[in-house]
């Protein structure tokens, strides 16, 4: 019954142990116990990603490896370091790791170069996910530093304003005092419009009273307004438009999608903008294993879906969710033992349980 309890990740050890009427310790013991969670096979599409758990420095990133037909998780390891993945992958037979046809996974190299080091059959795909983020990552990073411009150009005007009136015009009275202008307003409440995906915005034609403005609203003009700000807002939702439509594309001819994609790189390559530009070469230097995710397969309910790394990401949010209800972790082989037998649908028993040396072989002496 505890074992079946501890089934629930967002259930701690402690709340299991006073439903049964035991200590914090016996819960954890007979989980530790009954358990000896082992590495289940590699599947054709092994997907892999790092999930932070932060629970010391050997084990601040742990590697996540899941089956991507069945969502199972193959495996979890305390880090990502070459120290620990080297002998890890190499103790696997040849034979199951020529089993691998596809690696899913990030724009991490390491991780790409797998495919070379431990999987001789398969070939890497960046999820396109992560292409994405980049992306954004850097959007974001630009709509700060136009808004610092503007809080730059708004306090200079305040200040001067201060002189002229004879008032205070010290560091600390203009920062309390400085009124937002309507660019630092939009740039705070409705950044979102620019990172978006357009076809994912939910506009809203009933207008609603906004005090700022004095005036009625809705998203269309909220929308406006906000690409009124600077005319770059405007070519940059263009520019990253057009990635989010070739990402989307239904076309399965690797060739044609090459051709698009070459002239994508092309386009950003010429662009005005450095970030944009940086970009163009992060596509480069990944072209063929983007090229790669176009890549679609039959999964087990006879569904075709393509390759990319949506299951594995769903399930980082597990870990991060354990770490929070747990109030921090401090034992990665229970937290790995909890997230897996939390996965897994079909994890045995053990009939003869651990001995307590055998449950306790990590703790050292003093």
Known sequence: ?????????????????????????TGHYIFL???????????????????????????????????????????????????????????????ERAKVKYLICDMYNPYINYTKRYFPNSIAIIDSFHVVSWLIHKIIIYLNMLKKSFLERDRKAFEEK????????????INKNLPFSKE???LNHYRWLLPQNKDNIDYKTERKYNHKFKMYLNTYDYERMFFEIDDSLIKIRVLKEKYIQFNATDERDKKKIADAFSKLIEEYSESEFSFIGEFAETLKRH???????????????????????????GFNRVPKD????????SNFDYARSRLIWSNRKNEPVLATPKSKIEVYKFKKNK
């Open 1 to 25: 019954m505890i074992l079946n309890e501890m089934k629930n990740i967002d259930i701690t050890t402690s709340d299991v142990a006073a439903r049964y009427n035991v200590l914090d310790t």
């Open 33 to 95: 116990q009954y358990l000896d969670i082992q590495r289940l096979p590699l599947p054709e599409v092994l997907s892999i990603d790092e999930v932070h758990l932060d629970i010391d420095y050997r084990h601040k990133y742990a590697l996540v490896m899941m089956d991507f037909t069945t969502y199972d998780i193959i495996d979890i390891l305390p880090n990502r370091w070459e120290e620990t993945t080297n002998p890890y992958f190499l103790s696997i037979p040849e034979e």
């Open 162 to 173: 201060l002189i002229k009136e004879n008032k205070p015009h010290d560091y600390l009275y």
């Open 184 to 186: 630092v307003y939009l």
């Open 287 to 313: 072209k063929q294993e983007i090229i790669n995710s176009f890549t679609y397969i039959i999964d087990g309910e006879g569904k075709e879906r393509r390759l990319s790394n949506g299951p594995i990401e």
């Open 322 to 329: 354990f770490k929070r209800h747990s109030r921090g972790l």
